[in-house]
């Protein structure tokens, strides 16, 4: 147990639909990062939150938006799905600053497939 | 923006030592660092580099050449558990701290 949780594991929906990824990032950790990897594809960053507020966006499509809570639990919300939009999601989380040193620490990932 | 190349593929038999290459542009980055994920699980922390040469962990070590914009991560007594997919990143000085993968190397560890 790497310490991030995220949930669920699987997510099976048709195209249209809207879902929503969650994560709680480790105990201490502010920073929480969502990325997206496509089959046989690398990890692309989606967006970044830091005790709440937004640090930083990627390639994130406007379909997409997350937020941060009190709590720092995130989630990531994926709204009128495409078949394209089928893929592993995963959140790490980050004491800021040791991103690079301590790297992130990632959840196990959602798995979501629209058909 | 930044963009890391590695090689697709590497083949290695279980006891020998492979090296796996990871070239990059960037216009600013603090360090490298190296991830190691199996199929279909969480990428793992491996390594930093935040200054040129070599950093050493166990059988992992990880090299970082800034005036060659180049780095590898080199694995020693190769074991089939080491069979994964391996991703260079950067974290760029643009703001927040967030992390570039490269396109990942997915490593064969074969008897």
């Known amino acids: 147990d790497s310490g991030v949780t995220q949930t669920p594991k699987h997510l099976i929906t048709a195209t249209g639909q809207r879902v929503t990824l969650r994560c709680s990032p480790r105990s201490g950790d502010l920073s929480v990062y969502w990325y997206q990897q496509s089959l046989d594809q690398g990890l692309q960053f989606l967006i970044q939150y830091y005790n709440g507020e937004e640090r930083a966006k990627g390639n994130i499509l406007e379909r997409f938006s997350a937020q941060q809570f009190p709590d720092l639990h995130s989630e990531l919300n994926l709204s009128s799905l495409e078949l394209g939009d089928s893929a592993l999601y995963f959140c790490a989380s980050s004491v800021a600053g040791t991103a690079g040193v301590r790297g992130y620490t990632f959840g196990s990932g959602t798995r979501l497939t629209v058909v | 923006g930044q963009s890391l190349e590695q090689p697709s593929e590497v083949t290695a038999v279980e006891g020998a030592i492979v090296q796996i290459n990871c070239t990059y542009q960037?216009?600013?980055?603090?360090?490298l660092s190296w991830y190691q994920q199996h199929d279909g699980g969480a990428p793992t922390f491996l390594s930093y580099?935040?200054?040129?040469g070599l950093e050493e962990t166990g059988r992992f070590s990880s090299f970082l050449s800034r005036s060659d914009s180049y780095g590898y991560l080199l694995l020693q007594e190769l074991q089939m558990k080491d069979s994964a997919s391996y991703f260079c990143?950067?974290?760029?000085?643009?703001?927040?701290?967030?992390?570039?993968f490269g396109t990942g190397t997915q490593l064969k560890v074969e008897l």
């Open positions: 580099n935040a200054l040129d």
């Open positions: 960037t216009s600013g980055f603090y360090g």
């Open positions: 990143a950067v974290q760029g000085t643009g703001g927040g701290n967030k992390l570039t």
